[in-house]
């Protein structure tokens, strides 16, 4: 066992450490002059698919898939994350938390742009199926299967087992340490709740999602707008703070503008996934009429996770006097708590929890989704699939009645890093089709077409499967 920790060490330091999140900043600068800024000249159709229903046909619709993609994205990261950037590297890193954010929106749309593109009609349900790992097999070829593998694997090990584990533990942790409930039944209830989410398939998943994402992400929000108002005349001051201590002007931690644009950077990532390859898996299961429609709507996830939900965290702790830079002793989920309960007192622990649990119990059967997508590039039993519920059932139970998953899910976070790295180099190579796709999506809005159609007849040189994009007139 110690032996393996090494390994994946070894492999977390190549990633993480020094590789990943330079190539993803790098590459995202890239997209972003390379498509024109497209996450600005878009930025106001981001919002037209909140005003969109469901679709006649029983597919999941653009503002399903959004609610699924923002669940998953939205979780510990947006809590705890930004506590422990900025404790870390000091108010600055909520900046660098914006900058990547913008920048992500530009990969993000790319990459589910592709996913949509590639994306497959399942036989057996009729939903749509797609992701890098398709994107990899009918975008470069069956001589890239190999590429598609590896992704499929790294996605199933750092999200169905390693993440789901996390998210089990972070839920009981917060229930057992501020409502006083024994681990066991946290992780019974949530072993429970996720198999009967979980063995609906993506129609009850997105369902439930509908329900459970709006009221956490709402909830949450509202209670910031409340500190905020009440400190409304110290707001200029606080966006002083950051601005200054992003750029060396005021050193609040040890490091300085280093540290501040490491944290912020690096917990931007892990909060919006832009470019890690995960969220591309659900923005395909869409139905649409065009892939960049739904590259559009990613990119708001990006958008409402990081600018919206982590800039909320930061000011209800930066607004508080629990924080003080350079000297704070808690971070974390307690840190964001106690910020919370300094403005508007202790009657938030509970809020606060609760929020805790609809974050993490959205991430899971996001998570476990994206196994299952995974799974179905590996092969096609559907007893695979069946077992695959099971153990991730299992796993959540396992991570919540574990006092350190940590330990037992070493493997997750170098899983991760390797899933992005396989995502950006598929990502590189595909993105001339991209710009393909994006300059059609142009050409339609300026011959006047408010909602361009992709007509599969002229990309016919693509391998596209017709079932999931059908000739239209």
Known sequence: MQALEQVFGVIGDLTWGWSLVPILVIFGT???????FVQFRFFGRMFRVLTRGGTDSGRISAREALLVSVGGRVGGGNIAGVAVAITLGGPGAVFWMWAIAIVGMATSLVECSLA???????????QYRGGPARAILHGLGQNYRWLAVLYAICLIAA????????????????????????????????????????????????KASEVVVPIMALGYILMALAVIVMNLGDVPAVLGTIVANAFGF????????????????????????????????????????HPISQGITQAFSVFIDTIVICSCTAFVILLSDVYVPGASEIDGVELTQNAMASHLGAWTQYFMTAAILLFAFSSVIYNYYLGENAITVLTKTPAATFVLKIVVVGIVFVGAVAPNATSVFFFSDPMMGVLALVNLLALMMLFPIALRILQDFRKQL???????????????DLDLDPNAWPKRS
Request: charged share 15%; aromatic share 10%.
């Open 116 to 126: 949509q593109l590639f994306k497959r009609a399942d036989p057996l349900t009729g």
């Open 30 to 36: 890239f997209i972003t002059v390379a498509t024109g």
């Open 159 to 206: 999200f169905a087992l390693g993440f789901n584990a996390f998210q089990g533990n972070t839920v009981a942790g917060a229930a057992e340490a501020s409502l006083g409930i024994d681990r066991l039944w946290t992780g019974l209830f949530l072993a429970l709740v996720t198999g009967f989410i979980v063995f609906g398939g993506i129609r009850r998943i997105a």
């Open 250 to 289: 005021e050193e609040a931690v040890s490091g300085g503008m280093g540290a501040a644009i490491a944290q912020g950077l690096r917990r931007g990532l892990f909060s919006n996934e832009a470019g890690l390859g995960s969220a591309p898996n659900v923005a395909a299961t869409a139905e649409v009429n």
């Open 446 to 460: 300026r011959a006047g077409v408010a909602r361009p159609v992709l007509h599969i007849e002229e990309f016919s």
